[in-house]
């Protein structure tokens, strides 16, 4: 049974950072793709951020450099450092992972605001 947790949401003002990191059980993680979502009141869920088992990432151009995706699979845990976080990066988080079938945790609060 794969189980993914989400933690390192939070307040925050524009401008500030998080990491949200992102654990995995049950399984071999570092097969797995990685991705991390978002989804903002009143809005569809979004792709933020990917991961591959072979470490190649791709990125939304919302937040092409300002957020990192990293992974760290002895561990099994991936990683969104989120720099320069505006007002509109408001959302739950979600990290999903896939390899056969796909997988989501519960989701992250983050909030941006002054």
């Known amino acids: 049974q794969v189980q993914l947790v989400e933690s390192g949401g939070g307040l925050v003002q524009p401008g500030g950072s998080l990491r949200l990191s992102c654990t995995a059980s049950g399984t071999i993680f570092s097969l797995y793709f990685v991705g991390w979502y978002r989804q903002a009141p009143g809005k569809q869920r979004e792709l933020v951020a990917t991961i591959t088992s072979g470490m190649y990432t791709y990125y939304a151009d919302s937040v092409k450099g300002r957020f990192t995706i990293s992974r760290d699979n002895a561990k099994n845990m991936v990683y969104l450092q989120m720099n320069s976080l505006k007002v509109e990066d408001t959302a739950v988080y979600y990290c999903?992972?896939?390899?056969?079938?796909?997988?989501w945790g519960q989701g992250t609060q983050v909030t941006v605001s002054s």
């Open positions: 999903s992972a896939t390899y056969g079938g796909a997988y």
